[in-house]
């Protein structure tokens, strides 16, 4: 699976548009970009997911660039309980010829939402 | 909907001795998936469970076991436990195997002492 980077914190203003960006430039044609984040003390929550088109749910958008190289977690109205840290994960699924190995956190980005 | 349940909450054990803890999935997810969390260690994959079989297993010792029910509740069992052990233990469901689409519970909090 490709390895993704990721700035190790960030901060964002209360109610303002928190950006995350990942880089994971070896990344191969059937990998998906995965978004988790884990508040302190608490199991990891998903977030979203995506091939190669932008996605939206309710918590947030993913943005991956046309080359498939990068993405960018958007949480539209950052609150206070979105203060955690956030993981980036490539992964083949097992239906397009991946393994059934678990997820894998790096360091990941430590969002900090200022009131 | 409800999410994924783990019990019990905390634990602590003294060294030698064994645990199980359990895990109850979303409804109508079939597949649960194990982790162990530590500091040092980061999130580390143990175990996924699917339709009653392991499907998969990561690198820790014969020592960590688990099972799977057919309403796809599970348990994992830790024996001769050791001071390492100590950790939180998360159990995550998904609809199918292999599926990084999980949805954790809270945890299970083990010390061993």
């Known amino acids: 699976d490709a390895k993704t980077t990721q700035p190790p914190s960030m901060d964002c203003a209360e109610g303002r548009a928190a950006n995350l960006p990942c880089n994971h430039s070896?990344?191969?044609?059937?990998?998906?970009v995965y978004w988790y984040r884990q508040i302190h003390s608490q199991g990891p929550q998903y977030i979203i997911h995506?091939?190669?088109n932008n996605e939206t749910n309710e918590m947030a958008s993913l943005i991956i660039t046309e080359d498939r190289k990068s993405s960018t977690l958007i949480l539209p109205h950052a609150t206070l309980r979105d203060t955690a840290v956030y993981y980036c994960i490539v992964r083949v699924d097992l239906y397009s010829g991946g393994g059934a190995d678990g997820l894998t956190f790096g360091k990941g980005t430590h969002l900090i939402i200022q009131p | 909907k409800a999410g994924v349940t783990q019990t019990p909450r905390y634990l602590i054990k003294t060294r030698g001795q064994q645990v199980t803890l359990s895990c109850s999935p979303i409804s109508g997810h079939r597949s649960v998936s194990w982790y162990q969390q530590t500091p040092g260690q980061g999130l580390q994959f143990l175990f996924e469970y699917f339709s009653e079989t392991q499907r998969n297993k990561g690198n820790f010792p014969g020592r960590f076991s688990g099972r799977q029910f057919s309403n796809s509740r599970s348990e994992m069992n830790v024996s001769t436990l050791e001071l390492g052990d100590s950790a939180l233990y998360l159990c995550?469901?998904?609809?199918?195997?292999?599926?990084?689409?999980?949805?954790f519970g809270p945890g299970t909090r083990l010390t061993v002492t």
């Open positions: 995506g091939l190669k």
């Open positions: 995550a469901s998904s609809r199918t195997s292999a599926n990084y689409e999980q949805y």
């Open positions: 070896t990344i191969s044609g059937n990998e998906y």
